[in-house]
C-alpha cells in the first residue's frame, strides 16, 4: 500500500509585505506636490510678491551711506531675505494647513502612513525653495545695481534656512488654532505685522530702552535680520548699526553664535509644540 504525500504549496511573494516608505523619500515626493501646488495658489503668489511691498518705497529714497560702501538702499533690500521667509511662512502655510485639514487632506495623508515629520518637512523645503528663488533675484539685484555680494554666503545660507524653519513651523501651529482658510489668514496677521514692526524696519531696535531691546531680541526675527544682514555684509550688526565693526570668517561666526542659538532654541521650541496639532478638521461647538 502507498501512501500519497500532499506537497506543500511554495510561498506566494505575493504575501511579502512591502517595504515601509522612508520618511526623507515621503518629505521629498510631498515637497514635489508642495512646489507644483504654490504656483497655483493666487494666495501664495501674492505671499512672494508681498516683501517688494515692503521694501520697495524704503529702496526709492535718495540713498546716502551708512557703513563704508553700504548705503541705505543696500541695508534696506537685505531685509528683504528673512522677511521673504515670514512672508511666505505667516501668509501662505497658515491658510494652506487649514484649508487642507477642513477638505481631510491632511487626515488621509495620516491615514495613509505619511508621517508629521514627512508632511511638515515637505513643507519647510517647498517655502526654502520659494525663498531662494527670491534671494536669488533680489542678490542679483544688488550685484547689478549696487556691486554688493554676500561676504559669508555659508553663513548666510545657514541664517536663510534656520529662519525659514523657524516661519513654517509658526505657520502651521497657528494653522492648529485656526477652524478654516479664512480665520487662517485672520490671525496670523497679527503675528505677522508684530514681528514685521519688532524687526527694525520701521523702528530702529537702537533708539529703544535696553530692556525693551534685549526682549525684541530674544524674538525671532530680530536676530534672523541681524544674522542675513551681517553674512551678506561682512559687518557686526548684532549690537546695532551705529556698533557695527567690519568682520568676516571666524569673527563673523563667532558674532553670529547667540542670534544662531535663538533662532535654534526657537526651532526646537516650535517643533515640541507641534505635537498638539490637530489634523481632523475643527468643528463649530
Known sequence: MTTATAATPP?????TPRKPVSVLRQALRLTRTEFTLFYRYQM?????ALPLIFLLPLSVFEPYDVLPGVDTTVLSLTWFFPIAALT???SHVPNVYAIRRERLILKRLRVSG???AAIFT?????VFSVVVVQTVLVAALLAALKEVFPTAPVLFLVSLALTTVVMVLLGVLIANFARNGESAQIISMVPFFLLIMLSGLFVPVDLLPDGIAMTIGLLPMLPAVRLAQSAYLGYDLFDGISNAEAATGVD???AAGPSLLILVAWMVLL????RIFQWDPRVNK
Do not use: I
Request: proline residues 4%; without cysteine; charged residues 5%.
Open 11 to 15: 510561498a506566494s511573494d505575493s504575501q
Open 122 to 126: 515637505s513643507t519647510v523645503l517647498s
Open 88 to 90: 511666505v511662512g505667516l
Open 271 to 274: 517643533t515640541l509644540l507641534l
Open 114 to 116: 505619511v508621517t508629521p
Open 44 to 48: 501664495a503668489l501674492y505671499s512672494a
Open 252 to 254: 563673523l561666526w563667532l
